[in-house]
């Protein structure tokens, strides 16, 4: 076996870890580490012998992961985590520390960005610790790595400074060196290396296909919104950069060719804010006469009837809208910018046009009792989305409602539970945890067990595909409710 250069991984998370400890069983919903996958392709292209380990995706145990690395003894390894199944990373750095003290170890991620200090004073396990876009930042360390001829020792002993997004071990002294600049043009970076990751296992969740197989993609980095609940604009930026839709385009037919893809699933936080961008992709995969379906992220405030109808004409049959609350002092609380009518407003343009809406609705904001709950379990009921998703509110680190905690109820830092399915934030307009988990069952009951929405999805299924999908979303549904 030719020696690896850089082993990156994404630790192992089990599906009730994931979703709170429900009984959802295996109905999809593992999303393949695109943030590790184009790093190793950019580390690839310049000559870096490089391999992916997904172990959620693998169902891969700690001790899988370590027994991998005995065998290969790659000269670095790589985690990203976010907050979730950080403490994943720390157990298999930990074990893989222990077995082989050589080997370089880095950690990057949503949660290493964002408490990069914190991190490494905790965790000896870590070498050093990249924050913000890794691409760059994981190429130069190598490339310094290699010139001490890949001996852990001699270049941690070396000046770092001059790497830019890194924090490091100076003695007894955590430093961080400058942020690296933002990559001002994504066209300039590879197509994430999918060839390294099970692609067959990346299934979504019964509402987030059409047609298999489905293939995900990232185009966009950065956002400017300022809900105080989201922390990604504090790891990629308030700007929005964009790949071009022709690289874009260039990118689905790839995956169509290599992967068989029939539907894309985008997961970039969100794709409509410049319209312009918008119409151009429409355009191009209406002109190349692509056979393709896709879904995507949006904001109430960032769309017209008239884009939607462009994107429902390319082929976008489903849209994931933050709607979030049925109550406008809750959703001011959360600094979501949006109005009730403009949400109404947006939800009346995708029926009409016959785009499907996946609606997101916390419970447990920040003000919130649960008569207020009940309100936006109403309204969810009056809009009548396809798919709503009632999630507990988490208060990630990075963002302003976990620096406010304090303020609207009590916060435990237990972040083995920032699943957005346990109650770790419990407002002070609740009792307990339990009556917050209880109403969230009562928001589900409540909204897909009702006639009028059962017999909507059986209107809606026309095809063999539909029945099996709507079959796993029961199976999900009862998961949630038992």
């Excluded at 489905?214 to 604009?233: D, E, K, L, T, W």
Aim: hydrophobic letters at 40%.
């Amino acid at each position: 076996m030719t020696q690896l250069d850089l082993v990156l991984i994404y630790p192992p998370l089990s599906v009730s870890e994931r979703y709170g400890k429900r009984s959802t069983g295996q109905v999809g919903g593992h999303l393949p580490p695109l943030g590790i996958a184009s790093i190793a392709a950019h580390l690839l292209e310049r000559g870096y012998k490089v391999d992916v380990i997904d172990a959620l995706a693998l169902n891969m145990s700690v001790d899988d992961i370590v027994e991998f690395i005995s065998e290969s003894r790659p000269k670095a390894v790589g985690f990203s985590a976010p907050t979730s199944i950080f403490f994943r990373a720390v157990y298999c750095a930990e074990a893989i520390k222990k077995k082989l003290p050589d080997v370089l170890i880095l950690i990057g991620g949503h949660h290493a960005a964002i408490m990069p200090r914190e991190v490494m004073r905790n965790h000896n396990c870590f070498d050093l610790l990249v924050y913000g876009e890794g691409e760059l930042t994981a190429h130069e360390i190598m490339e310094k790595f290699k010139t001490f001829k890949y001996k852990r020792e001699a270049l941690l002993n070396s000046d770092l400074s001059k790497i830019s997004g890194i924090c490091y071990r100076s003695g007894e002294k955590i430093s961080q060196s400058e942020p690296r600049a933002l990559i001002p043009d994504l066209d300039t970076l590879t197509f994430p290396a999918r060839h390294l990751l099970p692609m067959d296992r990346y299934i979504p969740l019964p509402n987030q296909y059409k047609r298999k197989p489905v293939v995900h993609m990232v185009v966009i980095r950065g956002c400017p919104y300022q809900c105080a609940f989201c922390s990604n604009n504090a790891v990629f930026g308030k700007k929005i950069r964009a790949r071009s839709p022709a690289s874009v385009v260039e990118e689905i037919e790839h995956v169509m060719h290599e992967y068989g893809a029939k539907d894309i699933s985008f997961w970039d936080d969100m794709m409509t804010a410049q319209h312009k961008w918008m119409d151009d992709f429409c355009r191009l995969i209406l002109q190349k006469g692509l056979d393709i379906t896709w879904t995507c992220y949006s904001r109430v405030d960032t769309v017209t009837k008239e884009l939607l109808k462009k994107m429902k004409d390319a082929g976008c049959w489903n849209i994931f809208f933050g709607y979030e609350a049925g109550d406008q002092q809750l959703l001011d609380n959360i600094n979501k910018g949006i109005s009730l009518e403009q949400i109404r407003r947006c939800n009346r343009w995708c029926k009409e046009v016959g785009i499907e809406i996946r609606a997101s609705f916390m419970l447990g904001l920040p003000g919130e009792t649960p008569k207020l709950a009940q309100k936006t379990i109403d309204f969810a009921k009056e809009l009548d989305p396809d798919y709503p998703q009632f999630c507990i509110t988490t208060p990630y680190p990075g963002t302003e409602l976990y620096r406010n905690a304090e303020k609207w109820g009590k916060l435990d830092k237990d972040f083995k539970r920032y699943n957005i399915w346990e109650p770790v934030f419990i407002p002070y307009g609740y009792e307990n945890s339990e009556q917050l988990v209880q109403m969230e069952r009562q928001a589900i009951r409540q909204f897909y067990f009702r006639p009028k929405y059962i017999l909507s999805r059986l209107v809606k299924t026309t095809s063999l595909q539909d029945i099996k999908r709507n079959l796993l979303g029961l199976r999900f549904m009862l998961g949630f409710v038992k």
